[in-house]
Nanobody, 126 residues
Framework: VQLQASGGGLVQAGGSLRLSCAGSGRSLGGYVIAWFRQTPGKEREGVSCMSRSGGMTYYTASVRGRFTISRDIAKNTVYLQMNNLKPEDTAVYFC????????????????????WGQGTLVTVSS
């Protein structure tokens, strides 16, 4: 499945953005889906992930309660709703998929993914 991420931009601290990851070629319904972010000089960090069924979601501690991952199977799109954004959320955000399930929150580890979309830049000003 090909992935196309969008929705990044410049927002003030406390604001909101919604990122989209549109799939093409195959349904995203058969995949573990995750959002990652990366800043220059740092490793890629898992932000949120969703199980193949969509029934389980996981978040890294720094975004829990502020970010929400969701999917619309009909639109073949996964979203990351980001509220109460902070300057430390500034990064390039990527979506990724894998076919085989992984246990629990290990879906936040980028090592498990081999299918990535291009990044979308989120900049949060203070």
């Amino acid at each position: 499945v090909q992935l196309q991420a969008s929705g990044g931009g410049l927002v003030q601290a406390g604001g909101s953005l919604r990122l989209s990851c549109a799939g093409s070629g195959r349904s995203l319904g058969g995949y573990v889906i995750a959002w990652f972010r990366q800043t220059p000089g740092k490793e890629r960090e898992g932000v949120s992930c969703m199980s193949r069924s969509g029934g389980m979601t996981y978040y890294t501690a720094s975004v829990r309660g502020r970010f929400t991952i969701s999917r619309d199977i009909a639109k073949n799109t996964v979203y990351l709703q980001m509220n109460n954004l902070k300057p430390e959320d500034t990064a390039v955000y990527f979506c990724a998929t894998r076919v085989v399930r992984v246990p629990g929150s290990t879906c936040l580890n980028p090592i498990h993914y081999d299918n990535w979309g291009q990044g979308t830049l989120v900049t949060v000003s203070s």
